[in-house]
């Protein structure tokens, strides 16, 4: 490959100083393994609660196997294990070459991949746990998220570093991408997960209800755009090229392509929470930026495939290019369909139901895994310096993945769809075609088999790209060949300067080559700052209490019975399967009652609207049904309704309330800003007597006997005070049963 | 003190408006950036960076 | 030295890279949507969000409630008597027992989480029209739906004939007696 004669620095012909320096692959090859390991395990907990949705029994019985914690952690492992080494994997490769220079410091590239794994392994252990923040994407408590903030932060220096070491004078579009993705990533994460901690695991955000739902919301949107779509575009603008053996389809377009994303995707977030309590002008805003999306994205879309002009033929033989190619075509159905979602008429009908998992899915197992897939069948001969072990296999990959990724999301689109139909269905009556929620759940579970079928066929495939990646392994040499590079030593001069330039460099002043050293530095600092200053044309006008939401009188905190039952609820994942937010729809609030007002969450520390109806909403749940059909249905959802999918919680009648923490609950509450007056000193007391109460109604309507000192009693005090504030007459008293039907 | 009520009276709306503004220009002077005729060279070369692993497309000095 | 050649190649074909451009349709598709999001954003031409979705909630919902008066209608004892005399409204009404109210009060009416229906006691009256009244209205303190919101007013009428016929059956487990015991 390289002239590895020669030695040491040297100077051509023309004077240039030539330097000499190879490339980092071994952390390359380490990311690469990380990729392919917890993707099969994320993908294999996709596969375990794909099961549980067709069949409860799936939940094995077990609380730390239910579906409620199994989610976050198939969500987490697939987006940060998988997709993020995958990025990781293939940045340290093209940045290195891209920039010719070896990675800043191994050091601090060893500590990016073991602080990786670490968090990764943290996670698998903390989710089953049941130690979660309850917002979307971010459900890991706050040891974890210091340690992704330093781990982050390592990443980026070392990255900042690199460029400012580049022997490349220009910074090509993919190194763009990574920039924008890596600053981007690092303020989402640390303003959604500020939180007060009330324990070594557990923390309250620091923002509520509707200001809480919209940090959220511009975190998850952002997440999708700078973790899984931004880093694969720097990807595909590498890797695409060379697979293809031509230049990018359009250079130009892909400035704009990026520039277009960093400026419009920041904004599109509130898309997330149309119809909600959030305030009007933000949800028009989400909107209309998500439309404007679309053409940028099919920009990049066609970019990438039009990279393979005059050498489609390749495609026929070559599976690294089919996979790129159902890649890039999946990146730009789910640009489509994202805008389309975000169009509030059409969210109405998605929202909450299967399309938006669907929708995940395409660009998910398409986009993400099949460029993951080619790039890593590209890398394999690379950096295991021998032959792909079966290209045979790999072209099996590809089909099995294609046929899967069909098959999953065209069932779940139709589940999706069946599903937002049932629910806003009326009778010739004027009464709701389906009011039992179970007859829109029992509708899709051929669709929910089906499901498991695809995602079957995705791991089958994953399992062959292993086997592959194993063998292909096996056969590398018994030391790898690390090629000396040649480049020319960083100078500040360029003729293309013009004749401020100076030809000698040894002329120019220091701050003149400073000052190309500082440009990838000024670069980081302006998109940083267009990322922050659109974050806070958002975020700050919903801050502005006063006039997005207004206050209600009736409005109380809970209990601190409620409170704990409610870090139940939050423990268990209810959120990922019940919504608490009731849409001003007739078919809503005809199911469900009068609809949610932004005044109702202002002591919702997190918020827990949801995002998805797999269970119905439970915004007005409180006083529905009696006490007793709680502990029932706690114990058995099947008994109470043959068809449900929900996983039993009989531990609750067993689990006994650590009464100790209450206070510490209540305390950090209070911390927040939530007026707890006397309830801070006395808060477990009032929790013990609020728990008898319920306890002795159980017994009386005939229900089990002892309760009051069990989790049940706080999981259905939260229950029975769920969405009553609004039309209690007088402030709920904060102790007493006065609530309790 | 809650932290709405803090950024409630901070008065930072001014900025939001600010930005917008700033919004704009930026990206009209991005766009201006990319389609400059003078930018044409650049980008030619800068397409063909992938390409090759061992040979800068554009050394910060080259004499050419 | 692969990539070296292909690169050279490149420039020898002389291929214009840099000046493609895009096909016409998505330049047009590019100026759309932002028309569109101006358009939308200023209320223009009937796109936008116009009054607002609350407002939009409330139209609907009043034109809804005019169209649907969704008032189960009054009926009187012996017109409730007539229709349990019925037995194909009996029969009628045990089909919708059997797919709303079997989980509190058990499928042979011997209770659970609600009351016994097959004894003497009530809770809330024991006539035929209490029954009806308590099915349709629901009680809300103790957990029992409306269920006039959501069955039809037939459907309320044959399920309280049908919880009438339960009168004096012999449950497998019957849960003690609620309320007053009423005489039938």
């Known amino acids: 490959m390289a002239d590895s004669a020669s030695t040491g620095t040297v100077q051509d012909g023309t004077g240039v100083i030539m330097e000499e320096f190879s490339y980092d692959d071994a952390i390359v090859r380490k990311f690469l393994f990380a990729t392919v390991i917890w993707g099969t395990v994320g993908m294999l907990v996709g596969l375990l609660i794909a099961l549980q949705m067709a069949d409860p029994r799936f939940n094995l019985g077990l609380s730390f196997t239910s579906f409620g914690r199994l989610r976050p952690l198939h969500t987490n492992a697939v987006i940060f294990a998988f997709a993020g080494n995958a990025f990781f994997c293939g940045a340290y490769y093209s940045t290195q070459r891209l920039l010719k220079a070896r990675m800043f410091s191994d050091a601090l590239s060893k500590f990016h991949f073991w602080g990786w794994q670490a968090i990764i392994v943290a996670a698998a252990v903390t989710l089953p746990l049941g130690l979660t923040q309850a917002k979307e994407y971010a459900e890991l408590e706050w040891p974890i998220d210091l340690a992704i903030a330093v781990v982050w932060v390592a990443f980026a220096i070392n990255f900042i570093g690199t460029m400012i070491r580049r022997r490349e004078r220009h910074l090509y579009v993919a190194i763009w991408f990574y920039i924008a993705s890596i600053v981007t990533v690092a303020v989402l994460h640390i303003f959604n997960n500020l939180s007060v901690p009330a324990g070594a695991f557990k923390s309250y955000s620091l923002y509520a209800g509707v200001q809480d739902a919209f940090m959220q919301w511009w975190y998850g949107h952002n997440a999708v755009a700078f973790f899984l779509t931004t880093p694969f575009l720097g990807l595909m603008y590498y890797f695409m090229p060379k697979a293809a053996g031509g230049p990018v389809f359009s250079y130009r377009l892909s400035i704009l392509h990026f520039w277009s994303l960093v400026f419009l995707y920041i904004w599109a977030g509130p898309h997330h929470l149309h119809y909600t309590a959030l305030p009007e002008w933000a949800s028009t805003v989400g909107m209309l930026f998500s439309v404007m999306l679309w053409a940028p994205s099919w920009g990049g879309m066609i970019n990438g495939l039009l990279t393979l002009r005059g050498a489609w033929q390749k495609v026929v033989d070559d599976p690294i290019l089919k996979f790129f190619v159902v890649g890039i075509t999946a990146y730009g159905m789910s640009t489509f369909e994202g805008p389309m979602l975000s169009i509030k008429s059409v969210n109405a009908l998605a929202h909450y139901t299967d399309w938006i998992i669907a929708h995940v899915h395409t660009g998910a197992l398409g986009w993400n895994g099949f460029m993951t897939f080619g790039m890593i069948y590209w890398l394999l001969p690379r950096i295991f310096q021998t032959k792909l072990f079966s290209k045979k296999l790999a072209e099996l990959h590809f089909w099995i993945g294609t046929f899967g990724i069909i098959l999953y999301v065209v069932a779940i689109y139709s589940a999706g769809v069946t599903q937002g139909l049932m629910w806003r269905a009326f009778d010739a009556t004027g009464r709701l075609t389906y009011p039992d929620f179970v007859e829109t759940v029992t509708r899709l579970i051929p669709m929910y088999w089906t499901r498991v079928a695809g995602g079957s066929l995705f791991i089958v495939g994953m399992l062959l790209f292993s086997y592959n990646i194993l063998r292909t392994w096996q056969s590398r040499p018994a030391r790898y060949d690390v090629p000396v590079v040649k480049a020319p030593r960083l100078t500040p001069v360029h003729r293309e300067d013009g004749p401020k330039a100076a030809p000698i460099a040894g002329l120019l002043p220091a701050a003149v080559h400073r000052s190309w050293e500082r440009k990838p530095i000024l670069f980081t600092v302006l998109t940083a700052l267009t990322v922050i200053v659109a974050s806070l044309f958002e975020i700050i006008p919903t801050f502005l209490i006063k006039s997005n939401v207004p206050t209600i009188a009736s409005v109380t905190p809970y209990t601190p019975l409620e409170l704990y039952g409610r870090d139940i609820y939050i423990r268990e994942g209810c959120v990922n399967c019940h919504s608490q937010m009731i849409r001003p729809l007739r078919y809503e609030t005809e199911r469900y009652g009068e609809y949610s007002k932004p005044g109702e969450s202002v002591y919702e520390h997190p918020f827990l609207w949801g995002s998805r109806r797999i269970g119905p909403d439970l915004a007005r749940e409180g006083g529905k049904y009696p006490n007793l059909w709680h502990v029932r249905h706690f114990a058995n959802p099947q008994e109470i309704a043959a068809n449900s999918i929900m996983p039993s919680y009989p531990q609750f009648a067993t689990t006994p309330i650590p009464w100790a923490v209450i206070p510490k609950r209540v305390d950090a509450m209070a911390m927040l800003g939530v007026p707890y007056g006397e309830a801070i000193n006395n808060a477990e007391a009032m929790a013990r007597t609020q728990a008898a109460a319920i306890a002795a109604d159980i017994e009386a309507s005939g229900g089990p006997a002892g309760l009051e000192d069990r989790e049940i009693v706080a999981i259905i005090a939260y229950m029975q005070r769920l969405g009553r504030d609004i039309s209690a007459p007088t402030a709920v008293a904060l102790v007493g049963d006065g609530e309790q039907p | ?64 | 030295m692969s990539d070296k050649d292909r690169l050279i190649e490149h420039e020898y074909d002389g291929i214009q890279e840099y000046d493609n451009p895009m096909p016409r349709w998505w330049v047009i598709a590019f100026w759309a949507t932002i028309v569109f999001s101006v358009a939308y954003a200023l209320n223009l031409g009937g796109i936008g969000t116009g009054p607002g979705r609350i407002a939009e909630y409330e139209t609907d919902m009043a034109a809804w409630r005019a169209a649907y008066p969704q008032e189960t209608p009054v009926l009187s004892a012996e017109a409730l008597l007539a229709v349990a005399a019925e037995p194909t409204s009996v029969a009628a009404g045990q089909a919708v027992y059997e797919v709303n109210c079997v989980a509190c009060h058990a499928a042979d009416g011997g209770g659970g989480i609600g009351p016994n229906l097959t004894d003497a006691f009530w809770i809330h009256g024991g006539a035929i029209t209490d029954l009806y009244v308590v099915i349709t209205e629901g009680v809300l303190a103790k957990g029992m739906p409306p269920w006039g919101r959501t069955l039809a007013a037939e459907d309320v009428a044959a399920v309280t004939s049908y919880v009438w016929s339960l009168y004096g059956t012999t449950p497998a487990a019957p849960k003690d007696p609620e309320g007053d015991p009423v005489e039938r």
Do not use: T
Not at chain 2, 33 to 49: C, I, K, L
Not at chain 2, 54 to 64: K, S, V
């Open chain 2, 1 to 64: 003190m809650k932290l709405s009520d803090i950024m409630s009276n901070a008065g930072l709306s001014v900025f939001a408006e600010v930005a917008l503004v700033l919004f704009v220009l930026a990206f009209l002077g991005i766009i201006w950036w990319v389609f400059r005729p003078g930018n044409a060279r650049r980008w030619e070369s800068d397409a063909q960076m992938p390409l090759d692993d061992l040979h800068p497309q554009q050394p910060r000095q080259r004499e050419e």
